[in-house]
């Protein structure tokens, strides 16, 4: 038995302190099998502490994020353990409602537990959620939808301080369909009395997952995947078993690695409809692009040509898939417009493949990219996880070698990048932090003659 009775996470996750050394060149070619989403993990692990009764998970990532959040739940009571890649959580008896700061701040989505804990315990005390850099990233839909069902929420130096005496049904207007607060409001709706409508919902693929796995518990949900979704409150939910479907944006990175290196990816377990803007985008730009039921093939004979993209809430252009998508362009035949609506900070990665030889610049939303040739290997940071698979990508195209620090913050939404690029042809091999530092520090002294 694997990791039973723990949450003690695979050995590559510990492994953070490390540089990804990427040796770029090679065209990548094969077929991925792409494992479970993150995000809809993430938000069903929220969702698990309203049920009472036993929860078995499987096609969890084994991914940073989740290990995080894990312990989270674990501080709240729910018993959590691994079995054999299986997830088993069982938050029946829960034992607290409230988190410090050190278990909190690293996921955005621990905010998500508010509305859970009101629903079981009436109250709770979370200090503010941290997250990738990559925008202010406001809770404020969380806190109106919240206080709409009843709750009080007060942010007290830092901590959310949140209580009900019992939540009710109520008629919720997102002012933008965000995931998060779709997720967290559908989800505490469930114990909810009466019946609650969220208006100007997200249609996310992760939302719709979430109305799945909160079904199997009971739950009555209708309308998820539209712009209105409807939830009438039960008394309780039930444990269950539910598998998490595959990761769209992971799949999508694989196919760029295809789209970038001039290859040909396919990646499998993926329905292709969770891939229309990417394809369709990257069919403008050139690639080659098949799709079956649960497959999707890109390829590329010729380089790429430059194209505009504006992110948007799905079934728009993800922007998760925005940093991927601008090292493809930066190396594609002309210029390129990324328009990036979603966050306005989500452009760490455009200094540093700057340093690679790109030739990108901010103006206002937009990214504007003037196509090169080639790229440059070079020593660069992740400064947020989808900046670090854009530096990956680069990396795999790029001339000779790229070294990548920061990878905990790659490590925390990509199970397994590193080999599962190498399997398909890929050159990446991850260093220990400190004997690479001390080897490049040696080749950096200057020679006594
Ligand atoms: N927003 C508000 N107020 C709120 C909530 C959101 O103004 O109360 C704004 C945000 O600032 C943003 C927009 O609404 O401008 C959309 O944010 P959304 O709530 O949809 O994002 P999220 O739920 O916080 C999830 C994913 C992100 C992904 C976005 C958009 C998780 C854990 N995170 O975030 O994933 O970028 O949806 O699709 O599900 C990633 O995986 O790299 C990542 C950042």
């Given at each position: ?130 997250g990738c850099n990559i925008g202010a990233r406001p809770v404020d ?86 712009q209105t979704i409807t939830i009438e409150g039960v008394e309780e ?213």
């Amino acid at each position: 038995m694997r990791d039973s009775q723990d949450v003690v996470p695979a050995e590559q996750v510990l492994n953070s302190m490390s540089v990804l050394r990427v040796i770029g060149g090679s065209p990548l070619r094969g077929s991925v099998e792409v494992p479970g989403s993150k995000n809809a993990a993430l938000a069903i692990l929220s969702a698990v502490l309203l049920a009472k009764g036993p929860i078995v998970l499987t096609n969890v990532p084994r991914i940073r994020d989740i290990d995080i959040k894990l312990r989270l739940l674990q501080k709240f009571g729910a018993v959590v353990r691994w079995d054999e890649g299986s997830l088993h959580i069982d938050a029946s008896n829960l034992t607290g409602c409230e988190a410090d700061e050190e278990s909190v701040r690293p996921i955005r989505t621990s905010f998500y537990l508010i509305g859970p804990l009101l629903a079981r315990l009436g109250k709770a005390r979370l200090p503010a959620p941290g997250g990738c850099n990559i925008g202010a990233r406001p809770v404020d839909y969380h806190m109106k939808g919240l206080a709409l069902m009843g709750a009080t929420v007060d942010l007290d130096s830092g901590k959310y301080i949140a209580d009900v005496e019992k939540l009710v049904g109520a008629e919720i207007y997102l002012d933008f369909p965000s995931a998060g607060a779709t997720q967290h409001l559908m989800a505490t709706a469930c114990l909810a009395n009466g019946i609650t409508t969220i208006q100007n919902a997200a249609i996310e693929p992760e939302v719709t997952t979430l109305a799945a796995f909160l079904k199997r518990l009971g739950a009555r949900i209708t309308g998820d995947g539209t712009q209105t979704i409807t939830i009438e409150g039960v008394e309780e939910l039930h444990g269950g078993s539910f598998r998490v479907p595959e990761d769209r944006i992971q799949a999508a990175t694989y196919l760029m690695a295809g789209a970038i290196t001039m290859g040909d990816v396919t990646t499998q377990g993926i329905l292709p409809e969770t891939q229309t803007a990417l394809i369709n985008k990257l069919r403008e730009a050139g690639a080659d692009c098949e799709e079956g039921n649960d497959w999707v093939r890109v390829s590329a004979k010729n380089r790429l040509r430059g194209i505009r993209v504006k992110t948007m809430p799905y079934p728009g252009f993800p922007t998760d898939m925005q940093q991927p998508m601008s090292s493809v362009l930066a190396l594609a035949d002309g210029v390129s417009v990324i328009e990036e609506t979603i966050y306005e900070a989500r452009v760490g990665h455009v200094s540093q493949l700057n340093r690679m030889g790109a030739k990108i610049r901010i103006e206002g939303k937009s990214i504007l990219i003037d196509g090169t040739d080639h790229l440059q290997g070079a020593i660069v940071e992740a400064s947020d996880l989808r900046a670090g698979a854009a530096l990956v990508l680069a990396g795999l195209a790029a001339e000779g070698e790229t070294i990548i620090k920061n990878v905990h913050l790659i490590d925390r939404g990509y199970e397994n990048l590193e080999n599962t690029l190498n399997g398909l042809g890929g050159n990446i091999m991850r260093i220990p932090l400190a004997e690479w530092e001390a080897a490049h520090n040696h080749a950096a002294e200057p020679r006594l003659h």
